[in-house]
């Protein structure tokens, strides 16, 4: 019944702390019903664009080179970047913006193939990044060593 008094307040006055107060039900009193909804959607949207991330690089290896692979990363990747802020995490939208940044500079401005040590790198911080992002999405403890652990691949071949 809660949860339908909650939608009902929705419509009629928006959303207020009295509906989230009405959602929460048996929750605990600090747990928002739409924080966790927004850390599920953030989390989702995150693991698609991390492996969309992951394809297009190897799609991009695989045709000896091809840009045309990457074109949309860099504006994917920033997409979810909001989604980290809105979270409240910002170290991971920190290391997320690295990778979206290198990708620009180090594979789609570049004029030559970039070095193998730089696309290991970027596919290190992508993974890292995805196992970091599967915490936020289950609601567990984060673990900023998988954070430490992207930014130490990108910092080994300077992006």
Known sequence: ???????????TRGITSETDALARGHRSRDESVYLGEALFVVADEARGALTLAKRAITAFMESDYDKLH?????????????GLHMVNDPAAASVLERV????????????????MQVLE??????????????????????????????QTSLDDVGL
Do not use: C, F
């Open 70 to 82: 990457l074109a949309n990363l860099p504006a994917t990747l920033h997409s979810i970047w909001g």
């Open 100 to 115: 979206a940044a290198s990708i620009q500079e180090r594979l789609l401005d570049a004029r030559e193939a970039p070095p």
């Open 1 to 11: 019944m809660s949860i339908e008094d909650a939608v009902m307040q929705i419509v």
């Open 121 to 150: 790198a970027l596919a290190d911080a992508l993974t890292s990044l995805e196992y970091y992002i599967e915490s936020i999405g289950r609601r567990e403890e984060r673990n900023p060593d998988l954070l430490k652990l992207a």
